[in-house]
């Protein structure tokens, strides 16, 4: 007898709470099942206990909607149970609470107010009102958000751990609210709302070279809606007005992302979020038109996710004081500290150390510096309105002299970032891989903050397109990214619709040339919905996503005009190969114009693909045609008619085999003459941001699993490992971000948290470890697993969004033993080495086979 249980409840995308942003929410379950191969016949949904609808269906990720639409303000308990094709039912599953956290059309009133007397521009502020409570309260929700970053309290609670809301987005279109239940912070009687607030992205400077200015606006805004239902059925809406009062006051004397944040605990003021506060002095707050209304957050907001202790308290040669917490981190300082009245403490922060002083020549403009000004009495400091990339954080202005015991217990790294559920994990019997992989997690978990950046600590941070396009796949194993990438996914759709279909270099668009088309950085727009459907199964995604993907291609379409060839355009290329000289990052060995048409025939048969999924049939085989007839243009162009490109270079062959731009016997070719190259670099690598993702697939579909294997497990610069060698905690935008001897890279651009390097880590999962999905959403997996020279064992697991799902092998006296996990009401594809494929169903399974590596190789030390 089979016991089956349903083990979660997802309501859309998020799952940190069962949100419906819209009234037709999508459902998704997760099944333990002990009968192997379990596979489902039919579901049942029970909204509030008691309407049963019965489901045929054997999908359980992102069913539709079952009952009629939902209306806002809703809560419903909802239970699933699911029947399998063994006849057997499961129970009823937890019950979990969905609410509405979307608004009727109309219903958003709340007006953005600001400060009428704000002090200098980019003004933090405090505003507040109170409210009479006088019936009883049967629930109660903060619909709220601002231009610029925000937080409420009620009756002096902060409403919820969120900060830095309503996070960035492209403001001038699209702007977002929360939706917060409430009801336990209202009292009978007398309440009062507060907002405290600064500018955020909204008021920041972007641009490069001393040139940084304005774009959206110079003073901040709050918003906020509070709709209460009473247990009478009646029910009252309180929103931001001319009424409501405000303040430049407030510790937060002074807030930017790049420059930091100024708190003076002397300018506390109590009770200003309680009722009763006097504020009699305060003016009443400008009211500001606006003419985007808000739209409910659908991804999971910033918080704050781990705190770290101070590894080392170090005094530099020139005597200053810099805590060390062993780790790359984005995040802020909480610092509990007693000294003199007016006192200054300085914290400077970076992510080096250069002759053993903050190596800070790196954040260019960004002054990435709090100043905390003490009370005289005990204070605890910890910014809100800003955040920094950091390792090492230099303290100035200290009370005293800096216990390296005591104070250093004081000192606390608080981390944050978007609080996405992570749902991969990777080891292997090489410690520095493991390592590797470490860093490529504590990069995506600064660098996913808000929007998905380049990097987090330079006057820069933005949403560089071409660093997710080529990290999307990974950032999707690694964590569940799909509420937050298709939530950056609208500001992308929003942005080309302002600039006649070009996604541009950076989104939300800052810069003042960013809104160009570039090859591999543009070309976000087709991938990411493409990951999006095939790591998630949300073809939501998508078809929202589909105009936009679409437009995308059209543009670059007309770019290259007649002969489909795009040339003679400002490219990125493949930007810092190893070989560009540091002040030069896009002179790669490969050609722009290569890579520019490669991408284009790349992005139109991703078009074709999803418009065939969405059952666009005229659309499939106008963008596959276009796709063919680019794709002779670019092997007329740049390939010999004996399979050499034009730039005999890493990148060029990679994409032609991952690309699939070539037919079979190319392939073998450019397979071979790939190897030839990377054995010719003595197993180092030779490409940028364009080829680095690819390059270990390229080999290894083509039958060179073992240079994929040697340009892996490199130790020397420029590789994968170098930085981890270096010890790097995050991966660095550069092989060479730190030289072999220790210094700064020269060039005015290095950072050490750039994620896109890290991308070879979807095929650490995909093919080393063998797990990847076959079919959209890991439907269907395909075990394939590639043991490689120099390793005993790699493993990983990965939370798909049907469940748990395992593969790896170990070797051992010339066997390989493989095992994989595979979720209920999915099956995988088993491909090993020298064995015919089979199919599986759901369970544990074990394989043990031959090792197919030379036997010279197995113990093949590092290289
Ligand atoms: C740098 C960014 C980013 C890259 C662009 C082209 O400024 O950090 O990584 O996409 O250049």
Redesign the pocket.
Known sequence: MSTTRVTAVRVERRRDGAFAETPTPRLSWTVASDGPGWRQSAAEVRLDGTEVARLDTAESVFVDWPYPPLVPHARHTLEVRVTGDDGGTSPWSEPVTLRSVFLADGEWQAAFVALAQPEGEACPGLVRTEIDVDKEVASATLYASAQGVYQVAINGRDVDDAVLKPGWTSYQYRIEHEATDVTGLLTTGRNAVGIRFAGGWFTEEYGFHGSARRVYGDQPAVAAQLHIAYTDGTSDVVVTGSHWRGAAAGPVVSSGIYAGERIDARRAVSGWSAPGFDDSAWPAVAVRDADVVPEPATAEPVRRTEELVVQEVITTPSGKTVLDFGQNLVGWLRVRVAGPEGQVITVRHAEVLEHGELGVRPLRHARATDELVLSGGEDVFEPEFTFHGFRYAELEGWPGEFDSELDAASVTAVVVGSDMRRSGWFESSEPLLNRLHENVVWGMRGNFLSIPT??PQRD?RLG?T??IQVFSPTASTLFDSDAFLSAWLKDVAAEQAASDGVCG?VVPQVLPDGDRAAAA?GDAATVVPTVLFERFGDRRALAEQYPSMRAWVDKVVELAGEGLLWQGMFQ?GD?LDPDSPPDNPGQAKVDKEIVATAHLVRSARLVARAARELGHAEDASRYADIAERTRQAWLHEYVTPAGMIVSDAQTAYAMAIAYELVDADARTVMGERLAELVRRADFHIGTG?VGTPIIADALTTTGHADVAGRLLLQTEVPSWLYAVTMGATTVW?RWDSMLPDGSINPGQ?T?FN?Y?FGAVTDWMYRRLAGLAPDAAGYRRLRIAPVPIAGLDRAWARHETPYGMAESGWTATDGEIRVRAVVPANTTATVELPGAEPVEVGSGAHEWTIADPRPAEEHTLARV
Do not use: L, N
């Open positions: 380049d990097c820069e560089w071409g660093d270099f950085w990125f930007w941001f935008e651009m950072s750039h896109a």
